[in-house]
């Protein structure tokens, strides 16, 4: 998956803040993540606006997570950033073939349910570079898929 240099900024922005879990400043933020910083500030206006980061005024002041990452997923992520689904549309099919349409919605349900099960948490850790990034992500996805089924079972 390629995403817009927004997203991936954005992105960026917010796994440094819950990697740091403390106050930064754009300039740190900027430099120590490769985001050129008139637009980090954009981008940040965005993910304040979604409730994904705070910010501090004054001398010591910046950027902070505003929310566990273990709360935030790549999902809410791409929506503060692309606007509420924007990306996800494009693959929304509008056709007269009943078949067809409700395919393209399981695809559009599928995404949106994949990238809503990966947390910030879950990439910082997968990225740390004890393990396979790849095998990382799959237990922990198939461990959410676990606990969702559990979740859903009847009674």
Known sequence: MIFKASTDYGLRTLLYLADRNRICSSKEISENAGIPRDYLIQLAQQERAAGLI?????????????????????LEVIDAIDGSGEQHHALHVHTEDALLQHAMEAVLDSYNAYLGSITLDMLLDCASGHQNTEACLAACLQAESKRLTQGSAPA
Do not use: D, V
């Open 54 to 74: 705070e910010s501090r005024a004054g001398k010591n002041g910046g950027y902070i997570i505003a929310r566990p990452a273990s709360s935030i997923t790549l």
